[in-house]
């Protein structure tokens, strides 16, 4: 199948490639110089596949979500975060003694330099915790400067564990350096999840105890949010891992694309809003209108996606998952309901369905970390700890696919040649 253009009275025909489920695309990798310099602009990589991937399929219009073929909804029911992680890395769902040895090889490797001790010293209390964990992930590749031999197995096997391992140590203790807590390292004997939460909040003169509601909780939340095709981060890990930059140095990318507030630091802004609605009588009404009026930069943050169209189904789950947990845990919170009330406001409202603005992922995963006990300017490092293992599997695939360094072209609408003027005539 080919797709055909014209350009100055000459016409092309360009390979179309077709994917497994049937999506298609022009590859356009000859346009250039068959063309004699020929481009395609394309603001945002809104209608720009940046390469076939054969992790995550997901259908904007239908609401479809799978990892490795597999539902969403059913990994997020049946599934541990680990076997997910693996699953993603690796292609196929791990057998048991697959699981238990990934997660022994990951628990060998969770020990962090003291030294990097020091440098979160370094960093003020009121740091966002964001920001602590993309530079002291950054810092992982001093501690381990061996470059990965990707064409090794087992390199890029030590790669993954050591990342898996530590990056967790990374986020609980920027969390203990905020609240003033001692540095823990966590306790082998426990699952990832349970580890995860014992070093994060255990306090130090008390026994830590697994309560098994907030644990399979942020097992469900963390599978949701651990691969989502080609968005901003996932993108910034592959094209920096695409120059041969290391698996630390593309995470701690990553982890700084995944703060904006357009993408993972949405869960933070959904709570923030809805805080603040609260705090302003609950008036969801004017908060709408602000998110509709174009001279007001106000967005209703949590809602809309540049690829579902209908709606999201990591946000149906997660909604449902609110009201389970907030019951099970005996919590009342009042910005559950305001968040109700402007979902059914939008879903009724022209200006979003017209542009078919529904919630996402984050509208409801914020009520959900509150009630677990999460700080809130920490929502967005457990976003980070769920995407962990999808920014593996896209640098991983990235490397072993060979692809070249991402490099893209523009449109130059900048001044013309001008020669240099001296600075005392201008
Ligand atoms: N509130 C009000 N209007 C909106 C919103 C919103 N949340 N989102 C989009 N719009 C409007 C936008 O103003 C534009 O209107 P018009 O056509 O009149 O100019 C139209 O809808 C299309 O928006 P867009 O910005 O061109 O769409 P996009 O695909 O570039 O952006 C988005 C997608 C997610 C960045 C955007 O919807 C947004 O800013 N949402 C709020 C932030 C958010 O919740 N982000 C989390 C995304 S999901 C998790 C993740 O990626 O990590």
Redesign the pocket.
Known sequence: MNASIEFNGNKYELPVVKGSENEHAIDISTLRVATKGLITLDR?Y?NTGSCESGITFLDGEKGILRYRGYAIEELAENAGFLEVAYLLIFGELPSKAELEKFHQDIKNESQVDEDVKKILDGFPKSAHPMGVVSSLTSALIAFNPGSVNVDSKEDMYQAIVKIMGKFPVLCAWALRKKAGQPLDYGDDSLGYIDNILKMMFKKPNQEYKINPVVSSALNKLLILHAD?EQ???ASTVRIVGSSHAGLFASISAGVSA?WG???????Q??IEMLEAIKEDGGDTKKYMAK??D?DDP??????????YKNF?PRAKIIKKSADEVLGDLGIQDPVLDIAKGLEKEALEDN??VD?K?YP????YSGIIYRALGIPTEMFTVM?ALGRLPGWIAQWREMRLMKEPIGRPRQIYVGETYRPYMEISNR
Do not use: E, I, T, W
Not at 360 to 363: A, K, L, T
């Open positions: 945002g809104k989502h968005n901003c981060s995944l507030p357009l993408h993972g630091g949405a869960n802004a959904v998110a509709k174009k106000f967005r209703l943050m949590g809602f809309g996606h540049r690829v999201d200006y979003f542009r603005l996402n992922v984050d509208f976003f």
